[in-house]
């Protein structure tokens, strides 16, 4: 059965720091692999997503994710924190084959300092 | 293009109350799916719908719980009896069709006292 752990509930980096959220995801198909981004009382917001093409996915706002199989892991990734990044974020693998339900970490919450 | 709505965006209910949110999909999705997410957690699917047939239920959607979706266009999730244990974020997404990325509406806060 696929499931996703994101390590780290909570990140704090300075601004104009890397931002680094983890994810490792379990699937005995080839996954297809989301970030989306969550602010306070809105809905989830896509980032990227992966589809078996390239390994490195860019997405909005500057972010990015490797795909690495061989360490199942799907890491988010922004070279320069912005105070705007403060949100809370997820990755999410699909339950078989795309288009199907989406299974979610359980969150990374995600603080921006000045 | 508006993307998706939900009405209401919060409910306040008492126990044993029945209650009912409204999603509106992106028009022309055909895939719309209902997720419940409580705090500090993650999204945890409930049921999604090709069209207006009803594909995948979760075996966290309890009989008190159900979803329509008449006409393949808007969807309504229905809660009978609610418990506290229902006070949760209800998100709804949308979906163009297979392979395509989910976009998820502002959600409804449902608060059971």
């Known amino acids: 059965a696929q499931s996703v752990t994101q390590l780290g509930s909570h990140v704090s980096v300075s601004e104009g720091a890397l931002v680094l959220l983890r994810c490792n995801y379990s699937?005995?198909?080839?996954?297809?692999l989301f970030w989306y981004v969550q602010y306070p009382n809105q809905g989830l917001q896509l980032l990227l997503k992966?589809?078996?093409?390239?390994?490195l996915v860019k997405g909005i706002n500057g972010f990015e994710a490797e795909f690495k199989k061989s360490e199942t892991s799907f890491h988010l990734t922004k070279p320069s924190a912005h105070m705007s990044d403060a949100a809370e974020y997820f990755c999410?693998?699909?339950?078989?084959?795309?288009?199907?339900?989406?299974?979610f970490g359980k969150g990374t919450t995600l603080s921006v300092s000045s | 293009d508006t993307g998706v709505s939900q009405d209401p965006r919060h409910k306040i209910t008492k126990r044993g109350q029945n209650v009912t949110f409204r999603c509106d999909p992106i028009s022309e999705h055909n895939r719309l799916y209902w997720y419940r997410q409580t705090l500090g957690q993650g999204p945890e699917f409930l049921t999604y719908f090709q069209n207006e047939a009803q594909l995948e239920k979760s075996r966290l959607l309890s009989d008190r719980f159900s979803a329509e979706r008449p006409k393949g266009s808007f969807s309504t999730l229905e809660i009978q009896r609610t418990e506290q244990g229902d006070s949760a974020m209800y998100l709804c997404?949308?979906?163009?069709?297979?392979?395509?990325?989910?976009?998820f509406g502002p959600g409804t806060r449902l608060t059971v006292t």
């Open positions: 999410a693998v699909t339950r078989g084959q795309a288009g199907t339900a989406l299974i």
């Open positions: 699937s005995s198909v080839p996954p297809y």
């Open positions: 997404a949308s979906s163009l069709g297979w392979g395509d990325e989910q976009y």
């Open positions: 992966y589809t078996s093409a390239a390994t």
